[in-house]
């Protein structure tokens, strides 16, 4: 379509234009007043009874630490409902605005898994600081509970107990927006493209009905 046909038709419809351009006025002031989520990420990391201090979690590799933590990560998400989560993608970035997530991060890809640390990766979001660090007490609860529960079912001596350990003790809660340099043009993109679509859609719409509807003497007739 010619841009000349494109204003023609645009001018045919001054009341959708108009709608879709308030339309989009008022999504992009919602962009503007929408608020952040507070979020706070930290790790729970296992470590075997009298081994504190011999073992460092950070270095090396213990299979059987790594096999619990995952056994645990799959416990917990079952007590809460919820599906194993991402550690790569915080749970603001899915748009969660209220709870916490748990998992045992995998430095593999999509293909080929690679657990190669005994640390849960835990993550809250909420609306005050207060919220979040209700959530991050509630997942470290819940942790603690099933790794309890876990133990005593194995009858485990309090010698071989595994714990817990919070790193770090105090998480930073941070506070997240989003970007407004991206979601302020493509909120403008969005409703200037459909409002022109709907412009057009109509137009199409108005200038079939119009065509099946004149009569024979409207119609022009040329010789063969």
């Known amino acids: 379509m010619a841009l000349w046909e494109l204003l023609r038709a645009l001018r045919r419809h001054p009341l959708i234009v108009a709608i879709g351009l308030v339309a989009t006025f008022v999504a992009l002031l919602g962009v503007r007043a929408h608020p952040g989520v507070y979020e706070a990420r930290m790790g729970m990391i296992l470590t075997p009874t009298g081994d504190q201090i011999k073992s460092n979690p950070y270095y090396g590799r213990d299979y059987s630490l790594i096999a619990s933590a995952g056994v645990l990560a799959n416990v917990v998400n079952q007590a809460i409902g919820t599906a194993r989560t991402s550690s790569t993608v915080t749970l603001s970035g899915k748009g969660v605005r209220d709870g916490y997530a748990v998992d045992l991060p995998n430095k593999g890809g999509q293909f080929v898994f690679d657990f190669d640390r005994p640390i849960l990766d835990v993550q809250a979001v909420g609306p005050t600081p207060e919220r979040v660090r209700q959530n991050l007490d509630a997942a470290v609860e819940i942790i603690r509970t099933a790794l309890t529960r876990l133990q005593d079912e194995s009858a485990v001596p309090a010698r071989l ?63 063969a």
């Open 161 to 223: 107990r595994i714990t817990l350990h919070p790193e770090p003790a105090n998480p930073v809660i941070g506070y997240s927006r989003g970007r407004a340099s991206r979601a302020l043009p493509a909120t403008m993109l969005l409703g200037l493209g459909l409002t022109l679509s709907l412009v057009l859609l109509i137009d199409d719409r108005h200038g079939r009905r119009s065509a099946a509807t004149r009569t024979p003497e409207q119609t022009v007739s040329v010789p």
